[in-house]
Each structure stands twice: as structure tokens, then as C-alpha cells.
């Protein structure tokens, strides 16, 4: 199946207002690179700024997070439905990071993407094992178990699915290509084994220490979609690399 890629960056709990003109940065790339969507997450105090700076141009912007709530006396927490009102159509649920600061559990995971969803948002679900999982080989069971339960019943093609071994996060350590491929391949078969074509449409990536110097291999291997880029996406020269590694954009597309 042809699947668009996809290329989203997670600035994570870094970023202030001067530093959207790295955002800004980006957009000779994005209008460039037509066959790739391209998204950027920054922190939500962010949201509404870029998307005055971006207005018009062909970058998304996604949050790092939304409440399972619409609204309510949840004090410090922020809705879907706040995230697009900032203009927002994307968020990322269920990072190991989130998981692991706020001991998110799956089920949690999964009311937030229903909140996404029904605000009108796309959301981009992580999983992934940790070191320990992985060593016990476990890795497999641990994501489809997380699939099973974070990705709500019904979940549209739309809904991107984001591979992140937790151990290669931040570490500078990634998979082997081939690892990368295996697990792709279980995300790819748990997927359509559950939603059928739709399974077989929504997009897997993989996140844990992208950079420039890997992208391009990691980008190019079987059954990856895109990828979803932490530290990388906070400077445009890194970010717009790895959107230029991708085999669509070699191809001219």
C-alpha cells in the first residue's frame, strides 16, 4: 500500500517564542518536499504563535499531549479541543516519556486518543519496549499488548502509530535495521489482524535518536512510514536534513 510519509518532530519540554524562527527555518524544505507531510510538536505555550508564523504555509503543528477530558475542574491539564482551538490537528499520546514521568498506562492512553479523535485531532500513539523488555524477548509481546490496549476500537486510517524503543530514546542508540524492520512487521500484522485495510493504511514510524547521519538508512527500510524526530527537530539544519533523507525527497518528489 502506498502511505504517505510522514516526518514529525517532537520538541519535547524545550522551546521558547525566539525559538520559532527555527520553525520558520523549515519552510523553504516543507514547500519543497510535496510527496512528505511534515509536522513539528512544540511545547502548547508555542502552539498559537506558530501557527501565526506558519499560517498558510504546508507544515503541520501537533501538541505532546491532551486531557482524556473535553473540559472540566482539571487545573494545569489541556483538552483536544483547547490544542485545535490553538491550531493544533495532531497530537502525540502515549510517549514512553509520559508513560514514565506520569505513570500513564495504557488504558489512559487510550481515553486520551478517544478525546483526540472526537476534537478533531490525528493523533501519533507510541509504543515501544524497554532495554529490559527487549533483553527478556519480550519486545513483541510488549507492543502488541500496548496496541491492544491504547488504540481505541474503531480507529480511523488516519491514526499514526509511532514505534519508539524506549532504550533508544535520547541514548543515541538505535535497532539494527533489521530489528527495525521485525518490529515494524509485528506493529504492521497486530494492525490489520484488528482493523483490516484500514490497519494496513495507517502509518507506522519509527522514533528513538533520528538524526542526520541515520535517516536516511532507517527512513529507506521496509514497512517505516516516516519517522517521529526529538532532538533533531529543534534546529532547522537537523531537522530539514532528515526531511531531505527521506527516499521521496531524493526522488524528487
Given amino acids: 500500500m502506498n502511505r504517505r510519509p510522514l516526518i514529525a518532530g517532537n520538541w519535547k519540554m524545550f522551546g521558547l517564542a525566539a525559538d520559532l524562527s527555527e520553525m520558520e527555518g523549515l519552510a523553504p524544505h516543507a514547500a519543497r518536499l510535496t510527496g512528505l507531510d511534515i509536522v513539528l510538536c512544540p511545547p502548547a505555550t508555542l502552539i498559537a504563535q506558530a501557527a501565526w508564523r506558519l499560517k498558510g504555509g504546508v507544515m503541520g503543528l501537533g501538541g ?8 472540566g475542574p482539571h487545573t494545569g491539564d489541556v483538552s483536544a479541543a483547547m490544542l485545535k482551538d490553538a491550531g493544533a490537528a495532531w497530537v502525540i499520546l502515549g510517549h514512553s516519556e509520559r508513560r514514565r514521568d506520569h505513570g500513564e498506562s495504557d488504558a489512559l492512553v487510550r481515553a ?41 476500537d474503531g480507529a480511523p486510517a488516519s491514526l499514526v ?42 502509518r507506522i514510524l519509527y522514533g528513538g535518536s533520528v538524526k542526520p547521519a541515520n535517516a536516511g538508512e532507517i527512513l529507506a527500510l521496509d514497512g517505516v512510514d516516516g519517522a517521529l524526530v526529538g532532538a533533531a527537530s529543534l534546529k532547522a539544519a537537523d531537522f530539514g536534513a532528515i526531511m531531505e533523507a527521506h527516499p521521496a525527497a531524493r526522488a524528487g518528489n
Fill in 64 to 71: 505532546q499531549d491532551c486531557a482524556p477530558a473535553q473540559q
Fill in 161 to 202: 502509530i509511532a514505534y519508539e524503543p524506549v532504550w533508544a530514546i535520547g541514548t543515541g542508540l538505535t535497532p539494527s535495521a533489521a530489528e527495525i524492520v521485525e518490529i515494524h512487521a509485528v506493529v504492521r500484522a497486530a494492525l490489520m489482524a484488528r482493523f483490516g485495510a484500514d490497519g494496513a493504511a495507517m
Fill in 112 to 152: 486520551k486518543a478517544d478525546a483526540a479523535l472526537a476534537a478533531g485531532l490525528t493523533p501519533i500513539l507510541c509504543v515501544g519496549e524497554t532495554i529490559e523488555e527487549r533483553k527478556a524477548g519480550a519486545a513483541d509481546s510488549v507492543v502488541t499488548r500496548q496496541l491492544a490496549r491504547s488504540v481505541p
